[in-house]
């Protein structure tokens, strides 16, 4: 299985640029997950990084180091309606499908 | 992409009753599965509802405590029995278009509390 790490509460200012970490160890990586879930809602897909580096889309780009098992979540020019929380989930090699969801950063912009 | 709907969106039920959450999508999709998050807590997978098939159920959860439908490629059920406010919980659907295709789309959630 995963172990999926990622920090509880982050908080950043409008307008600034906020990078939200997980860390994952697997026994066998197939491919890394970002989603957005405001409150009460469905989770929404992001990104999925599946190859080291970054994959930018708009203002949202998501890394990938395989050999760290590390990635990021970069958030650029951030905006109220940013505040939600984003899930990492990692999904294995053989066996489901499925990835596994990490618990998810609670991220708070201010004005 | 896919829109799923959920019935109910949330209801309060007693401790000892049961409850099925219903899942409908507006097009035909392979993967159907079914999620549990708990207050503060991340995506549990449930199960994955298999059509025609009896449902493929997650190490934690068992058949008696939530039995699964899928009828169809639209639709399936979620039932949560002998309710204890332990299962207090959002239960989300969720769906895979493809097996090749890495996305997943949910549904919004049933909220339940149970008293």
């Known amino acids: 299985g995963q172990n999926i790490d990622q920090p509880t509460e982050m908080t950043a200012t409008e307008g600034a640029i906020v990078q939200i970490n997980c860390t994952y160890q697997?026994?066998?990586?197939?491919?890394l997950f970002w989603y957005q879930q405001h409150a009460g809602e469905a989770p929404t897909f992001l990104s999925y990084n599946v190859l080291d580096g970054l994959e930018e889309k708009g203002r949202f780009s998501s890394f990938l180091s395989r050999s760290k098992g590390y990635s990021y979540l970069l958030l650029k020019e951030l905006q109220m309606k940013d505040s939600a929380s984003y899930l990492c989930?990692?999904?294995?090699?053989?066996?489901?499908?499925?990835?596994?969801f990490g618990r998810g950063t609670s991220l708070i912009v201010h004005p | 992409s896919a829109v799923i709907s959920q019935k109910p969106s949330r209801d309060i039920c007693q401790r000892g009753t049961s409850l099925t959450i219903q899942c409908q999508v507006d097009?035909?999709?392979?993967?159907m599965f079914w999620y549990r998050q708990q207050p503060g807590q991340s995506l549990t997978l449930i199960a994955t509802?298999?059509?025609?098939?009896?449902?493929?159920?997650e190490s934690g959860f068992v058949i008696d405590k939530f039995p699964i439908s899928r009828p169809n490629l639209t639709f399936s059920t979620l039932t949560v029995s002998n309710m204890s406010p332990e299962d207090s919980s959002i239960y989300l659907c969720?769906?895979?278009?493809?097996?090749?295709?890495?996305?997943?789309?949910f549904g919004p959630g049933t909220r339940l509390t149970v008293t």
């Open positions: 097009s035909q999709v392979t993967m």
């Open positions: 509802a298999n059509q025609g098939s009896e449902a493929t159920y």
């Open positions: 697997t026994s066998g990586f197939n491919g």
């Open positions: 969720s769906v895979g278009i493809r097996r090749s295709s890495y996305e997943q789309y």
């Open positions: 989930a990692v999904r294995e090699l053989g066996g489901s499908y499925i990835p596994t």
